[in-house]
């Protein structure tokens, strides 16, 4: 499919041109996009030379298929690049994440990662200049027994609709995270000042993480429907 195609094209221009020559410590994250990253790192003739750091369970079992070498974020606190995919990006390359329910361990490898690439099709870049808005929201990793007040503060805040992520056919009840807690995601409608929603949020007790990555990427690849590829930053 175009997607498809978009999704490999951007991953593969952003690992051949971004990859460190002397990469020791690499990051992989989560969702669909960043299966092309795993596999195009997995073509490179040096992979015994590095070792690849999860952003939660899919995000290993990539690493192990592709034939690379696992580590922990505990072994390594610090990474030369780290890859991963994103639902929503701005012209600032802010990002919303979290679609994948796996935004704690992507944030906290993209924290500590000297640099950071954003992999993504068209369908990601965020369409006006009025603010990132994804049409799911913005999700929240909340410790499970403060849902209820943190739903409460999150309208406080002005979420037109904030809702536990249930799962559906897949799961009778929330969706539990690889890190055991809950999702929220609360939708504000298009975010004007990113960086100030994302403390207030994340000042609420009870309240993991927030999707709102902010100012972290430092570059985004888009793969175009026309099959060329856009990078932002
Ligand atoms: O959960 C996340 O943040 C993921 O990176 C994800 O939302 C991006 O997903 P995709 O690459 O499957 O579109």
């Not at 200049?129 to 929201?137: E, F, M």
Request: overall charge negative.
């Amino acid at each position: 499919s175009l997607v498809e195609k978009a999704k490999k094209a951007a991953a593969y221009n952003a690992v051949d041109e971004n990859f460190p020559a002397n990469a020791k410590v690499v990051g992989i994250g989560s969702g669909s996009t960043v299966v092309y990253v795993a596999e195009r790192i997995g073509q490179l003739a040096n992979k015994e030379s590095f070792v690849c750091i999860p952003t939660g369970f899919q995000s290993k079992q990539l690493i192990i298929d592709n034939g690379l070498k696992l580590g922990t974020i505990e072994q390594y606190p610090s990474l030369d690049i780290a890859f991963d995919g994103a639902d929503e990006v701005d012209s600032q390359l802010n990002l919303i994440k979290g679609g994948g329910a796996c935004l704690f361990q992507e944030k906290l490898v993209a924290s500590v990662a000297k640099e950071f690439v954003v992999v993504a099709d068209y369908r990601k870049k965020s369409p006006s200049n009025l603010g990132i808005q994804w049409t799911q929201g913005v999700p929240i990793e909340i410790v499970p027994n403060s849902y209820a007040t943190v739903l409460k503060s999150l309208y406080a805040l002005g979420a037109k609709n904030a809702q536990l992520r249930q799962g559906g056919s897949a799961k009778a009840g929330p969706i539990i995270t690889d890190n055991n807690n809950f999702l929220i995601d609360a939708d504000f409608g298009a975010i004007e000042n990113v960086a100030q929603l994302h403390q207030q949020i994340k000042a609420l007790v009870g309240v993991v993480e927030t999707g709102l990555f902010v100012g972290m990427a430092k570059k985004a690849y888009f793969g175009e429907e026309s099959g060329e590829v856009l990078v932002w930053g």
